[in-house]
């Protein structure tokens, strides 16, 4: 199934990419380049994208790499995309240093370079579109703060080491302990690469090496249905306090078991819809703002019926 999911986003990009047709006719088009395609949350961002592009009547279309780790393919797709000259490039960039070469050749090339989720260390990128993921890690630690009563061990299971969402998500999160809850203790920060299986196997380790461990801090999707799923096999849930990050149907699941006590949800479809958006208004000639915030919202057993939680959670509608 992975594998057909990723020959559909190549052949998306192949067949939907303008960059050609765009020096020649003067359409505007805008690829995104994502970090990857595995997780619901890209998926998401990839509707919220086409949905704004065929709003404003331009092109677009979605690849990104076979998994989080893959930096170099990153590059590799993003050199691909520059040769075919779109008017813009809506980016996720994988790490914050390596993808800022890229984006100066872009911009060497006058294409517009927007950023979402993660982004780089250049002043370049037009406009940053994302969660305040500082704010929504601090939150996350106010949250898992509350379930283990503000003392014990604490564990952070994060998903890429070198990704800006990582890094704030994990700064946003201890700042707020360590400045708020002395009597919590941090283990080292654990990376998994977004990869489920990582953070379930980390997760185990964990808990192993630390069997009074109280909570744990997953950062992302990939994270937080490792942890789950950890934490279930070992028999602990409740007992082991997690706060995650993002939302699928296993992830609310857990939730409903009290496996998770609660998680961030981030709205991914405004995401890319508000990513496409900017660039074409600043592609045509409006100003548009440095940095757009998306607010997120803290998703419990108390309030996950609300309509407005529904809302984030299912988009489209339950299925």
């Known amino acids: 199934m992975m594998k057909l999911i990723r020959l559909c986003g190549i052949a998306l990009f192949t067949l939907c990419g303008a960059g050609g047709a765009d020096a020649a006719t003067g359409d505007i088009s805008i690829p995104v380049v994502s970090k990857g395609y595995q997780h619901e949350f890209f998926q998401t961002v990839k509707l919220g994208s086409e949905a704004a592009a065929k709003e404003l009547g331009i092109k677009t279309s979605f690849v990104g790499p076979s998994d989080e780790t893959q930096i170099a393919e990153q590059i590799q797709l993003m050199e691909n995309t520059i040769t075919r000259q779109p008017s813009g490039i809506l980016l996720a960039a994988l790490d914050a240093n390596a993808l800022v070469p890229l984006v100066e050749m872009a911009h060497s ?18 406009s940053f579109v994302a969660t305040n993921n500082v704010k929504a890690g601090s939150a996350a630690a106010d949250a898992l703060a509350k379930e283990v009563g503000g003392k014990g061990k604490v564990g952070i299971i994060a998903h890429v080491a070198g990704t800006t969402s990582a890094i704030e998500r994990t700064e946003g999160f201890t700042k707020t302990i360590k400045e708020k809850y002395p009597a919590i203790t941090l283990l080292p920060v654990q990376y998994s690469d977004g990869d489920p299986q990582k953070a379930m196997d980390k997760t185990i380790d964990m808990v192993q090496a630390n069997p009074d461990l109280a909570g744990i801090y997953a950062t992302n ?10 934490i279930d096999s070992l028999s602990l849930a409740g007992k082991v306090k997690v706060i995650g990050f993002d939302s699928t149907e296993a992830i609310i699941g857990f939730l409903k078991s009290n496996t998770l006590q609660g998680f961030i949800v981030q709205d991914a479809y405004q995401i890319g819809y508000q990513g496409i ?14 940095v757009i915030d998306i607010p997120v919202k803290f998703v419990t057993q108390t ?4 309509p407005a939680i529904q809302k984030l959670l299912y988009p489209f509608g339950k299925k």
Not at 111 to 119: E, L
Not at 224 to 230: Q, R, S, Y
Not at 281 to 287: A, E, P
């Open 221 to 230: 999707e990939g994270s937080t249905l490792g942890v789950a799923n950890a």
């Open 303 to 306: 309030n996950l019926n609300d």
């Open 277 to 290: 958006k900017t660039l074409d208004s600043f592609l045509k000639g409006q100003t548009v703002a440095k």
């Open 109 to 126: 090339k006058k294409i517009a370079v927007a950023t979402f989720d993660s982004g780089v260390n250049s002043d370049i990128p037009v």
